[in-house]
């Protein structure tokens, strides 16, 4: 099951990708899974050359902090990719 795709590029700063990625989780882990099943977070970095990774996975782990207990409450598991040459 898909719930949401997102696409956020255009060399995003810290503060922007924290915002847009609050916003995920915010839509995440408002409940678990009607079936108990894991919720997915997939998180593909870096796919455009000119992505600051420093600052995109920064601004990532921010919203991560914030929303850690949440997460695991709702049971979310995270995947990451990271390619490009950033």
């Known amino acids: 099951?898909?719930?949401n795709y997102g696409e956020?590029?255009?060399n995003?700063?810290?503060t922007e990708t924290r915002e847009y990625v609050k916003t995920v989780l915010d839509l995440?882990?408002?409940g678990?899974?009607?079936?108990g099943k894991p919720k997915i977070l997939l998180i593909g970095g870096a796919i455009a050359n000119f992505t600051d990774v420093?600052?995109?996975f920064d601004g990532i782990i921010d919203a991560f902090k914030e929303y850690a207990d949440k997460m695991r409450?709702?049971?979310v598991r995270?995947?990451?990719?990271?390619?490009?040459?950033?």
Not at 32 to 35: A, D, L, N, R, V
Not at 78 to 86: D, E, H, L, Q, S
């Open 28 to 30: 995440m882990t408002r």
């Open 73 to 75: 409450q709702v049971g």
């Open 32 to 35: 678990k899974h009607p079936s």
């Open 78 to 86: 995270i995947y990451v990719r990271r390619g490009g040459p950033n």
């Open 8 to 10: 956020y590029s255009g």
């Open 54 to 56: 420093a600052k995109t």
């Open 12 to 14: 995003p700063t810290r």
């Open 1 to 3: 099951e898909l719930s």
